[in-house]
């Protein structure tokens, strides 16, 4: 198709997963490098933990008011100086690494503030580019920018690191979210309706058809917020579901190369297939959502029996990774897990857009925002787990048991209803 008739919200959609691959190929390119830049600098895996967990400190500070700004003025801007601001920092980690631990330490919270508005943005964006029936397709398409980001960064920083220094994995992989930058001040728009390319079929059909097509205006009402049981259920959902994901990806490499015994040269090709995994059954997933639904079942039931598909499978695979001992076994119920867990996407990660269409920028802000917390505290104990027993399998039980107490909380005060205006 020429570009003439290309539908200006694929592009939207492409440049917002692109937004999340950047995003991740950032965040995660430290939990590979951080093997040779702990023995460069003589870290201990509590030293390490606190490294790795810094970058959530700043991911907790901004999420709020970058959901609401972006509900309010548009997402554009929002994850614009989102993208260039993280990608700053991550071209300044070596930098600071050589001025001691704190200067590491507070660029590392001032990229998780940059990142931090990336989700909230691109939900504010959604709800305001894609008609209700492509909704759960579009998220999923930007939520597998997470695992093909950490698969990329998996591969590639063992070989940027290998041939050129761990410093060229922050320097090469910051460039990137600039040259993304440049692209996307000149092909988006905050509406369907400011874009001067648009058809005016696919403006009109945009405008009809989604969810949210106005700005929300005046305070956050946060006594309703506060007191409603679906955003509850989301919020912890969100917030369990992230305990294992965050583990996962701060540890993973560390875990194939000291729990399974895999050389460092091989570590990329081990802790991808998770991820890759993920990557391509979110779309899966997000489709069967969308599908299920148009053909008649309520959204609530749809987004229980995704969560339930998909946090159950991720239980059952954080427990039975440590009862193996080949390494291919270990990583193949990883991936399986991973694959069955894409069908979370249905369920809490869309579900921010049923409830509030015109505050899910808002929303998102504040489930990712208590959904951070793990990659502080989860991060954290886990090292100190390492530290103290050295048992992975006491890491993935523990993540477990938080994943079924999300998916219990979920299925007891969830809707697919539309709770505010």
């Not at 508005?117 to 909704?135: K, Q």
């Not at 895999?262 to 998770?274: H, K, N, Q, Y």
């Not at 995704?306 to 239980?315: D, S, Y």
């Not at 929303?363 to 104990?381: D, E, K, S």
Request: net charge neutral; charged share 10%.
């Amino acid at each position: 198709m020429s570009e003439k008739y290309w539908p200006r919200r694929y592009t939207l959609i492409g440049l917002c997963f692109g937004a999340t691959f950047v995003c991740y190929i950032d965040r995660v390119n430290i939990s590979v490098a951080i093997i040779p830049m702990a023995a460069d600098y003589a870290w201990s895996p509590e030293t390490q933990g606190v490294v790795l967990s810094s970058f959530y400190i700043g991911y907790l500070l901004t999420q709020i008011v970058g959901g609401r700004l972006a509900d309010r003025f548009g997402g554009k801007i929002v994850l614009g100086v989102g993208v260039l601001s993280w990608s700053l920092f991550t071209i300044f980690t070596p930098f600071a690494a050589m001025g001691g631990l704190l200067l590491l330490i507070l660029c590392r919270i001032a990229m998780g503030m940059g990142e931090a508005v990336t989700f909230p943005s691109v939900y504010s964006l959604i709800t305001r580019w894609i008609p209700n029936r492509e909704r759960a397709k579009a998220v999923a398409l930007n939520a597998s920018g997470v695992p093909i980001g950490t698969v990329f960064a998996l591969i590639v920083t063992p070989i940027i690191v290998a041939q050129f220094g761990w410093q060229w994995a922050f320097y090469s992989f910051g460039l990137v979210g600039v040259v993304w930058f440049l692209f996307w001040n000149r092909r988006i728009s905050d509406t369907p309706s400011m874009h001067p390319t648009i058809s005016s079929n696919e403006r009109e059909m945009i405008l009809n058809e989604a969810p949210a097509s106005e700005a929300a205006t005046g305070p956050i009402p946060w006594r309703a917020f506060l007191t409603n049981r679906p955003l509850w259920a989301i919020l912890v959902a969100h917030t369990c579901g992230n305990w294992s994901l965050y583990v996962l990806l701060s540890w993973l490499p560390t875990f194939v190369n000291q729990g399974l015994g895999v050389d460092f040269d091989e570590i990329g090709l081990f802790s991808m297939m998770p991820h890759l995994a993920s990557f391509l059954f979110l779309n899966v997933a997000g489709n069967i959502a969308d599908r299920l639904i148009h053909l008649g079942f309520a959204v609530t039931t749809v987004r229980k029996t995704m969560q339930t598909v998909g946090f159950a499978g991720i239980a059952i695979a954080l427990l039975l990774v440590t009862e193996v001992e080949s390494a291919w076994a270990a990583i193949a119920i990883m991936s399986a897990g991973n694959a069955v867990g894409a069908a979370g996407l249905g369920g809490s990660g869309v579900n921010h857009m049923d409830i509030a269409p015109r505050h899910a920028g808002t929303l998102m802000g504040i489930t990712n925002t208590a959904a951070t917390v793990p990659g502080i505290v989860g991060v954290y104990i886990s090292g100190m787990i390492l530290e103290q027993t050295g048992s992975w399998a006491l890491v993935f039980q523990t993540a477990a048991g938080v994943t079924l107490f999300g998916l219990v909380f979920y299925l007891v005060f969830a809707s697919g209803e539309k709770q505010f205006d």
